[in-house]
Nanobody
């Protein structure tokens, strides 16, 4: 059974940084294009960043370009999201899953709260 466990969220002031991690177990992680998604209060879940299976390409939502960096370690079955210059609109619950479209059950996510 595949399990996705996100961590690294927290409360941070605007302009600050956080690094999120997502550990995938029970799957051949390295074959999947993976992504970070987020869901702000009262809004639908949105795609934030995508990385190909071998890290050869990445894509970002316009709202986070230049501020977020997605990466992965296929040996550790771990996906990362380095977030900097955080803004209040980055507040939400962050999840990892496949892209395009989720291919596993969603994990519990990790809460990111940016105070202005």
């Amino acid at each position: 059974q595949v399990q996705l466990v996100e961590s690294g969220g927290g409360l941070v002031q605007a302009g600050g940084s956080l690094r999120l991690s997502c550990v995938a177990s029970g799957t051949i992680f390295r074959v999947n294009t993976m992504a970070w998604y987020r869901q702000a209060p009262g809004k639908q879940r949105e795609l934030v960043a995508v990385i190909s299976s071998a890290s050869s390409s990445t894509n970002y939502a316009d709202s986070v370009k230049g501020r977020f960096t997605i990466s992965r370690d296929n040996v550790k079955n771990t996906l990362y999201l380095q977030m900097s210059s955080l803004k209040s609109e980055d507040t939400g619950v962050y999840y990892c899953n496949c892209a395009p479209g989720a291919c596993y059950d969603w994990g519990q996510g990790t809460q990111v709260t940016v105070s202005s």
